[in-house]
């Protein structure tokens, strides 16, 4: 028996609950490696996942977490032996298939990734979804040029934001990290921040599709109406990777940055990579995020501290990483 952060519904009210609860082998999900857990992630999908109404859940009973790092306990693939240590973001992990929140998972091998060299399962879980989301925008404003103004981080209190301003200054630019919050201005600062940006600096209303060439890249993990307003401000040809949907779906955003001042937008999807950018991604996490820079966004928590934390993340309660000892 192992333990497990299990979400109900109640099929009368429709109402959901999230509780401890102990489970067998036999209850996991069909899969081709059975992997010991030793931690996982809180996210904002989690947050939602556990919330009432159970947000991204696509049935019940439900784990969520949709990240962990562990041991492998047993495999019928010869890509993995017991004994690897292995991690694994994505593929609707803890969404539609159950997730990290528990001492136990079963999952395809084709989801996995061997953990690399550099990193431990506890380090690898303060990276994270959000830290990997964060290299993958790295990787694809680096991919199609950093021009020489700051690079933008927009959330840059979040998951995705604090280890995106950790590696972009551990690599050499000058990052601008904005935030709704003026008391986290140390915190990123410490991350290698130069320049700290009031949020409603940026999130005003767009008057105009282009302003000042003020950004050489920028990683966003906002979207929305800030979004529209960072693309009319990007340097010639400079490329903006947008991660987030916390400012809303929709992008009231002129076509004219990208006709005029050649801007990129680059969407960053961190579920159906193909395994070589996995590979390549958690590689540069190894090599070019500092680690105590990472042990510095770390929060502690255990499976029992998981149904108030979810509320806490939706509310943006949430600074940095919040790493979950599932055997705490």
Not at 5 to 19: C, H, I, P, Q, R
Request: with cysteine; aromatic share 6%.
């Amino acid at each position: 028996m192992f333990n497990a952060l299990m979400v109900e519904k109640d099929e009368d009210s429709g109402k959901t609950s999230a509780s401890v609860k102990q489970l067998a082998l036999d209850d996991l999900p069909a899969g081709d490696v059975t992997v010991a857990v030793e931690y996982s992630t809180l996210n904002y999908k989690d947050g939602l996942c556990i919330g009432p109404g159970g947000g991204l859940v696509r049935k019940y009973p439900h784990v969520p977490g949709i990240d962990f790092a562990g041991t492998v306990e047993a495999s019928s693939d010869d890509r993995y032996a017991p004994g690897d240590k292995v991690v694994l973001t994505g593929w609707r992990v803890g969404e539609a298939h159950w997730g990290g929140y528990a001492q136990k998972a079963r999952v395809k091998a084709d989801w996995l990734v061997p953990l690399p060299d550099g990193l431990d399962t506890r380090r690898a879980m303060a990276v994270g979804t959000a830290g990997f989301t964060a290299m993958l925008a790295v990787m694809a404003i680096e991919d199609h040029g950093i021009k020489s103004g700051p690079v933008l981080v927009t959330g840059a209190a979040g998951g995705v934001g604090s280890v995106a301003t950790a590696i972009l200054a551990e690599l050499g630019h000058e990052v601008a990290a904005v935030t709704g919050r003026p008391e986290q201005a140390d915190y990123l600062r410490s991350l290698g921040a130069t320049q700290i940006v009031a949020r409603e600096d940026i999130n005003e209303t767009v008057k105009r599709p282009l302003e000042g060439e003020t950004w050489g890249g920028c990683v966003d993990a906002v979207g929305g109406a800030m979004l529209a307003r960072v693309l009319g401000q990007m340097e010639y040809g400079a490329s903006v990777a947008a991660v987030g949907l916390a400012g809303g779906a929709s992008l009231p955003a002129s076509v004219i940055p990208f006709l005029l001042r050649g801007v990129n937008l680059l969407g960053i999807d961190s579920v159906l990579q193909p395994f070589d950018n996995r590979v390549r991604a958690w590689t540069r996490i190894a090599k070019d995020l500092p680690m105590d820079k990472l042990d510095a966004m770390v929060q502690m928590a255990t499976l029992s501290d998981l149904p108030a934390l979810g509320a806490d993340i939706l509310n943006g309660q949430v600074k940095g990483r919040v790493v979950i000892d599932v055997n705490g």
